[in-house]
Protein backbone atom coordinates (compact mmCIF):
# COMPACT_ATOMS: atom_id res chain seq x y z
CA UNK A 1 0.00 0.00 0.00
CA UNK A 2 1.73 3.20 -1.26
CA UNK A 3 0.29 5.64 1.65
CA UNK A 4 2.56 8.89 2.57
CA UNK A 5 2.57 10.56 6.24
CA UNK A 6 3.91 14.03 6.09
CA UNK A 7 4.93 15.49 9.06
CA UNK A 8 6.74 18.66 10.22
CA UNK A 9 10.69 17.40 12.05
CA UNK A 10 11.31 20.86 13.27
CA UNK A 11 8.92 23.73 15.49
CA UNK A 12 6.57 23.72 12.58
CA UNK A 13 6.42 25.68 9.20
CA UNK A 14 9.00 23.73 7.39
CA UNK A 15 6.93 23.68 4.21
CA UNK A 16 4.67 21.10 4.84
CA UNK A 17 1.81 22.78 2.76
CA UNK A 18 4.09 22.95 0.24
CA UNK A 19 5.05 19.18 -0.34
CA UNK A 20 1.42 17.75 0.79
CA UNK A 21 0.19 19.83 -2.32
CA UNK A 22 2.83 18.79 -4.54
CA UNK A 23 2.02 14.84 -3.76
CA UNK A 24 -1.49 15.59 -3.79
CA UNK A 25 -1.91 15.37 -7.63
CA UNK A 26 -0.78 11.76 -6.93
CA UNK A 27 -3.01 11.11 -4.05
CA UNK A 28 -6.73 10.20 -4.00
CA UNK A 29 -7.57 11.54 -0.45
CA UNK A 30 -5.82 13.93 1.69
CA UNK A 31 -6.37 13.90 5.68
CA UNK A 32 -5.42 16.42 8.45
CA UNK A 33 -5.07 13.78 11.42
CA UNK A 34 -4.32 16.67 14.60
CA UNK A 35 -4.17 20.07 15.55
CA UNK A 36 -6.83 22.66 14.06
CA UNK A 37 -6.58 26.48 13.10
CA UNK A 38 -3.34 26.87 14.57
CA UNK A 39 -1.70 25.25 11.42
CA UNK A 40 -0.65 27.81 8.51
CA UNK A 41 0.15 26.25 5.60
CA UNK A 42 1.55 28.00 2.38
CA UNK A 43 0.81 26.67 -1.47
CA UNK A 44 2.19 28.96 -3.96
CA UNK A 45 0.93 28.39 -7.88
CA UNK A 46 2.10 30.36 -10.05
CA UNK A 47 0.52 34.34 -9.12
CA UNK A 48 -1.41 32.12 -6.22
CA UNK A 49 -0.88 31.85 -3.22
CA UNK A 50 -3.18 29.50 -1.01
CA UNK A 51 -3.06 29.54 3.08
CA UNK A 52 -4.81 27.23 4.63
CA UNK A 53 -5.05 26.82 8.27
CA UNK A 54 -8.09 24.11 8.57
CA UNK A 55 -8.18 22.82 5.35
CA UNK A 56 -6.45 19.73 4.18
CA UNK A 57 -4.01 21.17 1.19
CA UNK A 58 -5.59 18.42 -0.90
CA UNK A 59 -8.80 20.41 -1.48
CA UNK A 60 -6.89 22.97 -3.80
CA UNK A 61 -6.44 20.47 -6.27
CA UNK A 62 -9.96 19.38 -5.45
CA UNK A 63 -8.86 16.23 -4.27
CA UNK A 64 -11.01 14.21 -1.83
CA UNK A 65 -9.96 15.82 1.76
CA UNK A 66 -10.76 14.71 4.90
CA UNK A 67 -10.05 16.36 8.70
CA UNK A 68 -10.40 13.53 11.07
CA UNK A 69 -11.35 12.89 14.58
CA UNK A 70 -8.01 13.94 15.91
CA UNK A 71 -8.55 17.85 14.74
CA UNK A 72 -10.30 20.26 17.02
CA UNK A 73 -12.93 22.49 15.06
CA UNK A 74 -13.57 25.89 14.99
CA UNK A 75 -16.88 25.93 12.88
CA UNK A 76 -17.23 29.73 12.14
CA UNK A 77 -13.12 29.64 11.48
CA UNK A 78 -14.07 26.41 8.64
CA UNK A 79 -17.14 28.45 7.06
CA UNK A 80 -14.38 31.28 6.67
CA UNK A 81 -11.99 29.80 5.03
CA UNK A 82 -14.12 27.50 2.94
CA UNK A 83 -15.29 31.26 1.82
CA UNK A 84 -11.80 32.79 1.37
CA UNK A 85 -10.67 29.92 -0.96
CA UNK A 86 -13.95 29.34 -2.80
CA UNK A 87 -12.93 33.21 -3.49
CA UNK A 88 -9.83 31.95 -4.99
CA UNK A 89 -11.46 29.69 -7.07
CA UNK A 90 -11.43 26.30 -5.21
CA UNK A 91 -13.88 24.33 -5.46
CA UNK A 92 -15.32 22.73 -2.12
CA UNK A 93 -18.47 20.74 -1.97
CA UNK A 94 -19.17 18.02 0.52
CA UNK A 95 -18.12 15.56 -2.27
CA UNK A 96 -14.64 16.56 -2.16
CA UNK A 97 -14.25 17.25 2.01
CA UNK A 98 -15.73 15.28 4.80
CA UNK A 99 -15.46 16.19 8.64
CA UNK A 100 -15.32 13.47 11.17
CA UNK A 101 -17.88 13.07 13.19
CA UNK A 102 -16.06 13.52 15.98
CA UNK A 103 -13.83 15.83 15.94
CA UNK A 104 -14.57 18.18 19.14
CA UNK A 105 -15.53 21.86 18.71
CA UNK A 106 -13.53 25.21 19.34
CA UNK A 107 -15.86 26.87 20.92
CA UNK A 108 -15.89 31.23 21.45
CA UNK A 109 -15.19 30.17 25.12
CA UNK A 110 -11.66 28.76 24.13
CA UNK A 111 -10.43 31.20 22.54
CA UNK A 112 -10.92 33.53 25.35
CA UNK A 113 -9.30 31.26 27.70
CA UNK A 114 -6.70 30.90 25.32
CA UNK A 115 -6.02 34.54 25.32
CA UNK A 116 -6.97 35.28 29.30
CA UNK A 117 -4.18 32.99 30.10
CA UNK A 118 -1.89 34.08 27.92
CA UNK A 119 -2.25 37.73 28.76
CA UNK A 120 -1.83 36.43 32.50
CA UNK A 121 1.63 34.47 32.04
CA UNK A 122 3.70 37.14 31.77
CA UNK A 123 7.26 36.26 30.43
CA UNK A 124 6.22 32.41 30.99
CA UNK A 125 3.40 32.44 28.56
CA UNK A 126 3.71 30.25 25.51
CA UNK A 127 3.03 32.16 22.50
CA UNK A 128 0.45 30.29 21.54
CA UNK A 129 -1.84 31.03 18.57
CA UNK A 130 -4.58 32.14 21.12
CA UNK A 131 -6.79 30.61 18.78
CA UNK A 132 -8.77 28.02 21.36
CA UNK A 133 -6.37 25.15 20.56
CA UNK A 134 -4.91 23.51 23.95
CA UNK A 135 -8.94 24.58 26.16
CA UNK A 136 -10.37 22.74 23.26
CA UNK A 137 -8.37 19.64 23.60
CA UNK A 138 -8.48 20.00 27.17
CA UNK A 139 -12.25 19.82 27.18
CA UNK A 140 -11.90 16.60 24.84
CA UNK A 141 -9.75 14.86 27.31
CA UNK A 142 -11.78 15.76 30.08
CA UNK A 143 -14.88 13.96 28.18
CA UNK A 144 -16.98 17.76 28.57
CA UNK A 145 -16.51 18.53 24.98
CA UNK A 146 -19.21 19.33 22.58
CA UNK A 147 -18.37 17.59 19.06
CA UNK A 148 -19.37 18.01 15.76
CA UNK A 149 -21.98 15.14 15.81
CA UNK A 150 -23.61 17.12 18.65
CA UNK A 151 -24.51 19.80 16.02
CA UNK A 152 -27.01 17.27 14.95
CA UNK A 153 -29.04 17.13 18.25
CA UNK A 154 -28.51 20.59 19.42
CA UNK A 155 -31.88 20.30 21.67
CA UNK A 156 -30.75 17.06 23.42
CA UNK A 157 -27.41 19.06 24.64
CA UNK A 158 -28.77 20.50 27.91
CA UNK A 159 -26.78 18.20 30.40
CA UNK A 160 -23.30 18.38 28.13
CA UNK A 161 -23.69 21.81 27.83
CA UNK A 162 -24.31 22.05 32.19
CA UNK A 163 -20.81 19.93 32.60
CA UNK A 164 -18.65 22.44 30.18
CA UNK A 165 -20.28 25.79 30.97
CA UNK A 166 -20.03 24.79 34.97
CA UNK A 167 -16.61 24.00 33.98
CA UNK A 168 -15.75 27.36 31.99
CA UNK A 169 -17.71 29.83 34.57
CA UNK A 170 -15.30 29.01 37.03
CA UNK A 171 -12.26 29.38 35.37
CA UNK A 172 -13.58 32.62 33.43
CA UNK A 173 -14.95 33.85 37.25
CA UNK A 174 -10.94 33.50 38.55
CA UNK A 175 -10.26 35.80 35.48
CA UNK A 176 -13.11 38.33 36.54
CA UNK A 177 -14.79 37.35 33.21
CA UNK A 178 -18.60 36.92 32.95
CA UNK A 179 -20.32 33.53 32.91
CA UNK A 180 -20.85 32.27 29.53
CA UNK A 181 -23.81 33.18 27.92
CA UNK A 182 -25.75 29.82 27.21
CA UNK A 183 -28.47 31.59 24.89
CA UNK A 184 -26.31 33.49 22.76
CA UNK A 185 -24.15 29.96 22.65
CA UNK A 186 -27.20 28.05 21.31
CA UNK A 187 -28.35 30.92 18.58
CA UNK A 188 -24.27 30.63 17.59
CA UNK A 189 -24.58 26.89 17.17
CA UNK A 190 -27.87 26.69 15.90
CA UNK A 191 -26.92 29.51 13.13
CA UNK A 192 -23.49 27.43 12.04
CA UNK A 193 -25.22 23.93 12.43
CA UNK A 194 -26.92 24.02 8.94
CA UNK A 195 -23.62 24.90 7.11
CA UNK A 196 -21.10 22.60 8.75
CA UNK A 197 -23.50 19.54 8.87
CA UNK A 198 -23.52 18.37 5.45
CA UNK A 199 -19.82 17.82 5.49
CA UNK A 200 -20.24 15.36 8.20
CA UNK A 201 -19.17 11.43 8.13
CA UNK A 202 -17.83 8.51 9.37
CA UNK A 203 -14.29 9.28 8.08
CA UNK A 204 -12.90 6.58 9.49
CA UNK A 205 -15.50 4.60 7.21
CA UNK A 206 -13.90 6.53 4.24
CA UNK A 207 -10.52 6.38 4.54
CA UNK A 208 -11.14 2.16 5.35
CA UNK A 209 -12.99 1.82 2.16
CA UNK A 210 -10.26 3.86 0.20
CA UNK A 211 -7.89 1.79 1.76
CA UNK A 212 -9.47 -0.98 0.91
CA UNK A 213 -9.49 -0.43 -2.77
CA UNK A 214 -6.18 0.37 -3.09
CA UNK A 215 -6.21 4.08 -3.28
CA UNK A 216 -3.53 6.14 -2.30
CA UNK A 217 -4.30 8.19 1.28
CA UNK A 218 -1.76 11.23 2.02
CA UNK A 219 -2.04 12.00 5.58
CA UNK A 220 -0.91 15.96 6.35
CA UNK A 221 0.36 16.82 9.58
CA UNK A 222 0.32 19.76 11.39
CA UNK A 223 3.13 21.96 14.08
CA UNK A 224 5.88 20.03 13.96
CA UNK A 225 7.83 17.21 16.38
CA UNK A 226 9.67 19.24 18.99
CA UNK A 227 5.85 20.75 19.57
CA UNK A 228 4.51 16.90 20.58
CA UNK A 229 2.59 17.48 22.98
CA UNK A 230 4.51 14.16 25.02
CA UNK A 231 8.26 14.52 22.36
CA UNK A 232 8.75 18.23 22.44
CA UNK A 233 9.99 20.92 24.25
CA UNK A 234 7.08 21.21 26.65
CA UNK A 235 5.38 23.00 28.27
CA UNK A 236 6.51 25.17 25.02
CA UNK A 237 4.26 22.94 22.95
CA UNK A 238 1.19 22.54 21.05
CA UNK A 239 -1.83 20.32 22.87
CA UNK A 240 -2.23 17.38 20.44
CA UNK A 241 0.63 14.72 19.58
CA UNK A 242 2.12 16.11 16.18
CA UNK A 243 4.31 12.71 15.68
CA UNK A 244 3.22 10.58 12.76
CA UNK A 245 1.92 7.80 15.43
CA UNK A 246 -1.12 10.15 15.06
CA UNK A 247 -2.30 9.74 11.48
CA UNK A 248 -3.92 6.42 12.95
CA UNK A 249 -5.34 7.23 16.02
CA UNK A 250 -6.36 10.81 14.74
CA UNK A 251 -8.51 9.08 11.94
CA UNK A 252 -9.47 5.95 12.79
CA UNK A 253 -7.24 3.96 9.75
CA UNK A 254 -5.03 2.49 12.09
CA UNK A 255 -1.43 1.87 12.48
CA UNK A 256 -0.51 0.23 9.24
CA UNK A 257 -2.37 2.86 6.69
CA UNK A 258 1.02 5.13 7.90
CA UNK A 259 2.88 4.01 4.78
CA UNK A 260 5.65 6.04 4.07
CA UNK A 261 6.54 8.49 6.90
CA UNK A 262 7.99 11.56 5.11
CA UNK A 263 9.68 14.23 7.60
CA UNK A 264 9.66 17.50 6.39
CA UNK A 265 12.87 19.53 7.17
CA UNK A 266 13.49 23.07 7.07
CA UNK A 267 17.49 23.48 5.92
CA UNK A 268 18.04 25.80 8.75
CA UNK A 269 15.57 26.15 11.64
CA UNK A 270 13.04 28.46 13.01
CA UNK A 271 10.42 28.72 15.66
CA UNK A 272 7.25 30.89 16.37
CA UNK A 273 6.45 31.57 20.55
CA UNK A 274 8.32 30.99 23.04
CA UNK A 275 10.82 28.42 24.40
CA UNK A 276 14.21 26.67 23.82
CA UNK A 277 15.98 27.28 20.55
CA UNK A 278 19.53 26.04 21.30
CA UNK A 279 20.98 27.06 17.68
CA UNK A 280 18.66 30.39 17.61
CA UNK A 281 21.04 33.20 15.91
CA UNK A 282 19.64 36.90 17.56
CA UNK A 283 22.36 38.34 15.37
CA UNK A 284 22.66 39.00 11.75
CA UNK A 285 22.79 35.50 10.91
CA UNK A 286 19.13 35.17 11.89
CA UNK A 287 17.85 38.36 10.67
CA UNK A 288 19.05 36.92 7.06
CA UNK A 289 17.66 33.51 7.39
CA UNK A 290 14.24 35.82 8.71
CA UNK A 291 14.49 38.09 5.44
CA UNK A 292 15.54 35.15 2.72
CA UNK A 293 13.46 33.01 4.36
CA UNK A 294 10.45 35.46 4.77
CA UNK A 295 9.70 33.72 8.13
CA UNK A 296 6.56 35.62 9.67
CA UNK A 297 3.89 33.72 11.35
CA UNK A 298 1.23 32.27 8.28
CA UNK A 299 -1.29 32.43 11.04
CA UNK A 300 -0.79 35.56 13.29
CA UNK A 301 2.10 37.88 11.23
CA UNK A 302 4.50 37.17 14.06
CA UNK A 303 8.09 37.00 13.36
CA UNK A 304 9.68 33.49 13.20
CA UNK A 305 12.87 33.26 15.31
CA UNK A 306 15.83 31.84 13.21
CA UNK A 307 18.88 29.71 13.50
CA UNK A 308 20.81 27.31 12.10
CA UNK A 309 20.09 23.34 11.39
CA UNK A 310 20.02 21.44 14.30
CA UNK A 311 20.72 17.52 13.36
CA UNK A 312 20.48 16.62 17.05
CA UNK A 313 16.61 17.82 17.03
CA UNK A 314 16.15 16.22 13.69
CA UNK A 315 17.29 13.00 14.71
CA UNK A 316 15.10 12.88 17.62
CA UNK A 317 12.56 13.62 15.28
CA UNK A 318 13.40 10.99 12.94
CA UNK A 319 13.33 8.54 15.81
CA UNK A 320 10.15 9.60 17.66
CA UNK A 321 8.11 10.01 14.60
CA UNK A 322 9.89 6.85 12.72
CA UNK A 323 10.52 8.81 9.52
CA UNK A 324 11.09 6.73 6.84
CA UNK A 325 12.71 9.77 4.35
CA UNK A 326 12.80 13.42 4.62
CA UNK A 327 12.15 16.53 3.12
CA UNK A 328 14.56 19.46 2.75
CA UNK A 329 12.75 22.77 1.93
CA UNK A 330 14.11 26.16 1.86
CA UNK A 331 17.90 25.24 0.40
CA UNK A 332 17.85 28.33 -1.18
CA UNK A 333 17.74 30.62 1.88
CA UNK A 334 21.21 29.56 2.16
CA UNK A 335 22.67 30.58 -0.79
CA UNK A 336 25.19 32.65 -0.45
CA UNK A 337 26.35 32.41 2.83
CA UNK A 338 30.47 31.73 3.47
CA UNK A 339 29.77 29.07 5.94
CA UNK A 340 27.42 27.26 7.36
CA UNK A 341 26.79 25.85 11.14
CA UNK A 342 25.18 22.52 11.99
CA UNK A 343 24.19 21.51 15.18
CA UNK A 344 25.98 18.01 16.37
CA UNK A 345 25.13 18.33 19.94
CA UNK A 346 25.05 19.95 23.30
CA UNK A 347 27.10 21.41 26.42
CA UNK A 348 24.96 21.40 29.43
CA UNK A 349 27.14 22.83 32.21
CA UNK A 350 30.11 20.37 32.20
CA UNK A 351 28.26 17.49 30.40
CA UNK A 352 27.94 17.01 26.51
CA UNK A 353 24.52 15.33 25.13
CA UNK A 354 23.73 13.95 21.67
CA UNK A 355 19.72 14.58 22.23
CA UNK A 356 17.69 17.07 23.92
CA UNK A 357 17.26 15.82 27.71
CA UNK A 358 13.98 16.61 28.51
CA UNK A 359 13.72 18.45 31.76
CA UNK A 360 12.62 22.55 30.59
CA UNK A 361 16.10 24.23 32.77
CA UNK A 362 18.45 21.63 30.93
CA UNK A 363 16.50 22.50 27.42
CA UNK A 364 16.93 26.28 28.49
CA UNK A 365 20.86 25.98 29.45
CA UNK A 366 21.66 23.66 26.26
CA UNK A 367 24.57 25.48 23.87
CA UNK A 368 24.66 23.96 20.44
CA UNK A 369 27.93 22.20 19.43
CA UNK A 370 28.66 23.12 16.01
CA UNK A 371 30.55 21.90 13.47
CA UNK A 372 31.31 24.22 10.35
CA UNK A 373 30.80 23.44 6.61
CA UNK A 374 31.70 25.07 3.53
CA UNK A 375 28.58 27.16 1.45
CA UNK A 376 28.35 27.79 -2.15
CA UNK A 377 27.72 31.06 -3.78
CA UNK A 378 25.80 30.01 -6.80
CA UNK A 379 22.14 29.66 -6.40
CA UNK A 380 19.96 26.70 -5.71
CA UNK A 381 16.75 28.83 -5.92
CA UNK A 382 14.18 27.05 -8.44
CA UNK A 383 16.58 24.21 -9.36
CA UNK A 384 14.41 20.81 -10.43
CA UNK A 385 17.18 18.66 -10.93
CA UNK A 386 19.96 17.08 -8.53
CA UNK A 387 22.17 18.08 -11.41
CA UNK A 388 21.29 21.87 -10.82
CA UNK A 389 22.65 21.89 -7.16
CA UNK A 390 26.12 23.18 -6.62
CA UNK A 391 28.92 20.45 -5.37
CA UNK A 392 28.85 21.98 -2.07
CA UNK A 393 24.89 22.11 -1.59
CA UNK A 394 25.05 18.66 -2.02
CA UNK A 395 27.96 17.89 0.34
CA UNK A 396 25.37 19.72 2.87
CA UNK A 397 22.44 17.77 2.23
CA UNK A 398 24.75 14.38 2.19
CA UNK A 399 25.93 15.54 5.66
CA UNK A 400 22.51 16.21 6.82
CA UNK A 401 21.54 12.86 5.96
CA UNK A 402 24.52 11.01 7.89
CA UNK A 403 23.82 13.39 10.99
CA UNK A 404 20.14 12.57 11.32
CA UNK A 405 20.91 9.08 10.11
CA UNK A 406 17.68 9.22 7.36
CA UNK A 407 17.81 9.55 3.78
CA UNK A 408 16.54 12.81 1.55
CA UNK A 409 13.35 11.82 -0.74
CA UNK A 410 12.67 15.41 -1.93
CA UNK A 411 14.58 18.52 -1.70
CA UNK A 412 12.50 22.19 -2.31
CA UNK A 413 14.14 25.08 -3.87
CA UNK A 414 11.25 27.70 -3.81
CA UNK A 415 7.80 28.43 -2.41
CA UNK A 416 6.80 27.10 -5.77
CA UNK A 417 5.01 24.32 -6.44
CA UNK A 418 7.16 22.43 -9.13
CA UNK A 419 10.84 23.96 -7.76
CA UNK A 420 10.48 20.37 -6.27
CA UNK A 421 13.71 17.85 -7.12
CA UNK A 422 12.27 14.09 -6.58
CA UNK A 423 15.25 12.27 -4.88
CA UNK A 424 12.59 9.00 -4.55
CA UNK A 425 9.48 8.63 -4.99
CA UNK A 426 7.53 8.30 -1.44
CA UNK A 427 4.13 7.02 -2.77
CA UNK A 428 6.55 3.95 -4.78
CA UNK A 429 7.42 3.00 -1.81
P1 LIG B 1 4.02 24.75 6.86
O1 LIG B 1 3.30 25.28 8.05
O2 LIG B 1 4.96 23.66 7.22
O3 LIG B 1 3.12 24.38 5.72
O4 LIG B 1 4.93 25.95 6.33
P2 LIG B 1 4.46 27.49 6.13
O5 LIG B 1 3.63 27.56 4.92
O6 LIG B 1 3.92 28.04 7.40
O7 LIG B 1 5.87 28.19 5.94
C1 LIG B 1 6.74 27.82 4.92
C2 LIG B 1 6.99 29.06 4.04
O8 LIG B 1 8.09 28.82 3.21
C3 LIG B 1 5.84 29.38 3.11
O9 LIG B 1 5.79 30.77 2.93
C4 LIG B 1 6.22 28.68 1.82
O10 LIG B 1 5.66 29.29 0.67
C5 LIG B 1 7.71 28.84 1.84
N1 LIG B 1 8.48 27.76 1.21
C6 LIG B 1 8.20 26.43 1.17
N2 LIG B 1 9.21 25.75 0.57
C7 LIG B 1 10.13 26.68 0.24
C8 LIG B 1 11.42 26.62 -0.37
O11 LIG B 1 11.94 25.56 -0.72
N3 LIG B 1 12.09 27.79 -0.53
C9 LIG B 1 11.58 29.00 -0.13
N4 LIG B 1 12.32 30.09 -0.31
N5 LIG B 1 10.37 29.08 0.47
C10 LIG B 1 9.67 27.95 0.65
P1 LIG C 1 2.11 24.69 11.14
O1 LIG C 1 1.18 23.54 10.88
C1 LIG C 1 4.56 26.82 14.01
C2 LIG C 1 3.10 27.02 18.12
C3 LIG C 1 2.68 28.36 18.66
C4 LIG C 1 3.07 28.18 20.11
C5 LIG C 1 2.70 26.73 20.38
C6 LIG C 1 1.35 26.51 21.01
O2 LIG C 1 1.86 25.89 10.30
O3 LIG C 1 3.53 24.23 11.12
P2 LIG C 1 -1.13 26.62 20.09
O4 LIG C 1 -1.92 27.76 19.49
O5 LIG C 1 -1.02 25.44 19.21
O6 LIG C 1 -1.61 26.25 21.47
O7 LIG C 1 0.36 27.22 20.30
O8 LIG C 1 2.74 26.07 19.12
N1 LIG C 1 2.44 26.61 16.87
C7 LIG C 1 3.03 26.60 15.67
N2 LIG C 1 4.26 26.99 15.30
N3 LIG C 1 3.74 26.26 13.11
C8 LIG C 1 2.52 25.83 13.46
O9 LIG C 1 1.71 25.15 12.63
C9 LIG C 1 2.09 26.03 14.80
N4 LIG C 1 0.96 25.75 15.47
C10 LIG C 1 1.18 26.09 16.75
O10 LIG C 1 3.39 29.40 18.05
O11 LIG C 1 4.46 28.31 20.26
MG1 LIG D 1 2.91 27.07 9.01
Redesign the pocket.
Known amino acids: MANVTVI ?1 AQW ?7 IVDWLSERADVVARFQGGHN ?6 VGDNVYKLSLLPSGIVRGTLSVIGNGVVLDPWHFRDEVAKLKGQGVMINPGNLQIAETCPLILPFHRDLDGLREDASGAGKIGTTRRGIGPAYEDKVGRRAIRVCDLAHLDDLGPQLDRLTAHHDALRAGFGEAPIDREALMAELRDIAGFILPFVQPVWLTLNKAKAEGKRILFEG ?1 QGTLLDIDHGTYPFVTSSNTVAGTAASGTGLGPSGAGFVLG ?1 VKAYTTRVGSGPFPTEQENNVGQRLGE ?3 EF ?2 VTGRKRRCGWFDAVLVRQSVAVSGVTGIAL ?5 LDGFETLKICTGYRIGDQTFDYLPAHAQDQAKAEAIYEDIEGWQDTT ?1 GARSWADLPAQAIKYIRRIEELIGCPVTLV ?4 ERD ?1 TILVRDPFAD
Open positions: GGDEGKGKAGHTLVAIRGHGTTKLDVASTSPD
